[in-house]
């Protein structure tokens, strides 16, 4: 019989022999780990490492194939309708619509979620006011600097007062004071509404300044997690950068680059944001 999952009372994600494969090839082989409450993890990892693959399946988007993922204590599998009322999502590739206003698309997904008449107004004002985007409400989307569609994307995420924000690469293809200032937004509501933040990141002195704890994943696999300096320290350098971490990690090699697809994803990502 199936063993069951060591109830966590402080976990908002745990995951344990998750697995996923594309025909006959294994992308996730096995994964655990868990999220607590409140906390920034960051999972981290090379090309094709299977990275987006895991935010697939814990935002309900992707079954998994073999073990057990639960998100706010629900199955992501046979509760996923649960699991999506308690998370947010900013995806890989770019998910608002350029050819309407800032404040239409909150508005459009204010209805899709289901928030009432009487709540919508106040609740797209007060994240348009937190995300500073109240000026740019009324402007295309595509008028917007790839930091405002950033944050206008997190708002959109966090219409619903997710318990846990998804964010795959949320910073991709942005300038240094661009990356800032969507960070200083999402820590801050982070901080109001103790919500926990699963990101995926390739750069690593983000990862070291936000993570609580960063996971290495590598060929579908968790070779390391724990806090940045408890990394550091099982390498035997506690004076190491986490990039050194990751090298030694995943082995020093070379990336493959990913596939064609994601490539373009973030190439036309990039293009359009930046
Ligand atoms: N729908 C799919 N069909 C077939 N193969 C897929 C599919 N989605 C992903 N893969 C493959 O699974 C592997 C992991 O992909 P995934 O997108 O999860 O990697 P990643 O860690 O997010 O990479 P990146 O850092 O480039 O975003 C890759 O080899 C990819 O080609
Ligand atoms: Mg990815």
Request: charged residues 25%; contains cysteine; glycine residues 10%.
């Amino acid at each position: 019989m199936k063993e069951r999952m060591e109830a966590h009372p402080e976990a908002v994600i745990e995951v344990r022999d998750l697995r996923r494969s594309f025909g006959s090839i294994a992308v996730v082989k096995g994964v655990s780990f868990t999220v607590d409450a409140g906390e920034v993890f960051g999972l981290l990892g090379p090309n094709g490492a299977g990275k987006t693959t895991i935010v697939k399946m814990l935002t309900t988007l992707l079954p998994p194939d073999g073990g057990e993922a639960k998100v706010c204590g629900y199955d992501v599998h046979r509760q996923a309708g649960r699991v999506r009322q308690c998370i947010g999502y900013v995806p890989q590739a770019l998910s608002v619509d350029g050819s309407l206003t800032g404040y239409e698309n909150l508005l459009i997904f204010a209805k899709i979620l289901g928030l009432k008449k009487s709540e919508r107004e106040h609740r797209i004002r007060e994240l348009l006011a937190f995300m500073e985007l109240a000026d740019a409400a009324p402007r295309l989307v595509r008028q917007y600097s790839g930091g405002m569609v950033r944050r206008l994307e997190i708002a959109q995420a966090m219409l619903h007062e997710p318990r846990v924000l998804f964010l795959d690469e949320p910073t991709v293809g942005l300038d240094p004071v661009a990356r800032k200032g969507v960070w200083e937004r999402l820590l801050d509501l982070q901080q109001k509404y103790r919500m926990a933040i699963f990101l995926t990141t390739h750069y690593m002195e983000e990862a070291e300044a936000v993570c609580r704890r960063v996971g290495i994943l590598d060929r579908g696999e968790m070779v390391v997690a724990g806090t940045p300096a408890r990394l550091k320290e099982s390498m035997g350098d506690p004076a190491a950068s986490l990039d050194e971490v990751f090298a030694h990690y995943t082995g020093n090699r070379l990336s493959t680059g990913g596939n064609y697809r994601e490539l373009k994803q973030v190439r036309r990502l990039s293009r359009r944001l930046g």
